[in-house]
């Protein structure tokens, strides 16, 4: 019985010690998990991010500089159907701060303000 219970105990600090696999997220096909977003799909390589709006047509285009696996600097270039020319330029840094099999957790700094938000993996 010791063994077993000894065993349990091993398994379960396994599980919950893994590390964030934020490489996971770091290029893919997303969605917000938030329904003040919904509707708003992130397209991501290594180097760019779109963010496009199903509803309105709106296209947020921004390069991405990773600094590590969990921590990147999102700068907007380009905004499309929409005059947002102003934040062209704003820079948000970004850390992954949970992940789970397909979705992760994320804190965003700008000069706006920060905020907390999860997205979805859907590809």
Do not use: P
């Amino acid at each position: 019985m010791r063994k077993e219970f000894l065993l349990f105990l091993f398994i379960i600090a396994v599980c919950c010690s893994k590390d964030k696999e934020c490489s996971d997220f770091k290029t893919g096909t997303f969605e917000y998990s938030n329904q003040l977003y919904n509707g708003l799909k992130v397209v991501r390589t290594d180097s760019t991010q779109i963010e496009k709006s199903i509803k309105n047509g709106l296209e947020i285009h921004s390069s991405i500089k990773w600094i590590d696996d969990c921590n990147y600097v999102l700068t907007i270039t380009k905004v499309l159907n929409e005059n947002l020319d102003s934040i062209i330029g704003k820079k948000f840094t970004v850390e992954i701060i949970e992940t789970k099999l397909d979705r992760y957790r994320l804190k965003s700094k700008s000069d706006a303000g920060d905020m907390e938000l999860e997205l979805i993996k859907l590809k």
